[in-house]
Each structure stands twice: as C-alpha cells, then as structure tokens.
C-alpha cells in the first residue's frame, strides 16, 4: 500500500473544495443563510467554515471511491 495514498486523495480534494467554496459563495449570500437558519449575524464564519468541511469530506469521499476503484486485483 502507498503510504501517500492519503495526501493524493486529501489535497486535490482540498483544492477542489476551495474552488467549489468560491463558486457557492460567489452567488450565495450567508447573511441570507444565517437569516434562513436563525443564527446571529455574526456567525457567517461558522457557515463558510461549515460549508467548506461539508465540500471537502464529499470532495474526499468522492477521491476515495475513484482509487479503490482503480486498485488493482490481487
């Protein structure tokens, strides 16, 4: 087993949730959200923060599933 295997899928995932973090809230508000959600204005930070560990865990989940797929049998 390759001891990288964790960073090879971690990384691009991070980036590619820092990309999709960018898009969401580049259209999307979380004033609007802390508003819909009933929190006080001055946790935006929990929903960027929220929102970013949510897209990197699908992110990840979604790396992870494309290299056992890709593993080879024994």
């Known amino acids: 087993m390759n001891k990288w295997r964790g960073l090879q899928i971690l990384w691009p995932a991070?980036?590619?949730a820092a990309i999709l973090e960018m898009c969401v809230f580049a259209f999307l508000d979380p004033v609007l959200l802390t508003e819909a959600f009933k929190l006080s204005s001055d946790e935006t930070g929990l929903i960027y923060a929220g929102s970013f560990f949510l897209f990197w865990s699908a992110t990840?989940?979604?790396s992870s599933i494309s290299c056992l797929l890709l593993r080879e049998g024994r």
């Open 14 to 16: 991070f980036l590619a």
């Open 60 to 62: 990840a989940l979604s």
